[in-house]
Structures are given as structure tokens and as C-alpha cells.
């Protein structure tokens, strides 16, 4: 008879030691699900933005400021081709007409 109540024993605090570590792995799951949720929503959020920014961007290419500024940018590099002597020598001459404004 001892040995079944030893034996009952152990298994009780077989059981509640499991039912412990059971405890701790829902409660680990919890922790997770939460984190997976607020990490969704922070997706959508930024999903979002990215397709706002994209919006604007989009309008400022097919702006007409942007179209001239574009046009100024490839008489420049006709008249003054990138790396060319005269290329350098005109941002020599903008840099000393900016610094002499000053």
C-alpha cells in the first residue's frame, strides 16, 4: 500500500510538473501570436506608406518641373559632358560665382 501512494505520488508530481512546462509553452505561443500580429500590422502600415510615397513620386516625375529640370540636365551634359575639361572648368567657375556672393 506504500508503495502504491509512493507510486501515486510520483505520478501526481509527474502530472503537475508537466501541467507546469504545459503552462509555460501556451504562454510562450501567446507571447509569439501577439508578436506575429503587431509585426503584421506594422507590414500593412508599411505597405501603406511605401504606396503613398510611390503616389507622390510618380506625380513629381510627371511634373512639369520635373520634365524641365530633366531637359536642363541633358543640354548640360551636351554642352558639358561629365569628366570633360570644360565640365570642370565650369563647376570651378559656379563655385568661385557662389563663393564671391557670399
Known amino acids: 500500500m506504500i508503495r502504491e501512494l509512493l507510486r501515486s505520488k510520483e505520478s501526481i508530481d509527474a502530472i ?10 501556451v ?5 509569439l501570436r501577439a508578436s ?3 509585426l503584421m500590422l506594422d507590414n500593412q ?4 506608406r511605401l504606396q503613398q510615397t510611390n503616389v507622390e513620386l510618380e506625380a513629381i516625375y510627371n511634373s512639369n518641373s520635373w ?3 530633366n531637359r536642363i540636365w541633358q543640354i548640360r551634359d551636351s554642352l558639358f559632358p ?3 575639361s570644360r565640365r570642370r572648368w565650369m563647376k ?11
Open 16 to 25: 503537475v510538473q508537466l501541467r507546469n512546462e504545459l503552462d509555460w509553452h
Open 27 to 31: 504562454r510562450q505561443f501567446e507571447e
Open 36 to 38: 506575429v500580429t503587431k
Open 45 to 48: 502600415n508599411a505597405q501603406i
Open 67 to 69: 520634365k524641365l529640370l
Open 82 to 84: 561629365h569628366e570633360s
Open 92 to 102: 570651378r567657375l559656379l563655385n568661385f560665382a557662389a563663393t564671391d556672393s557670399k
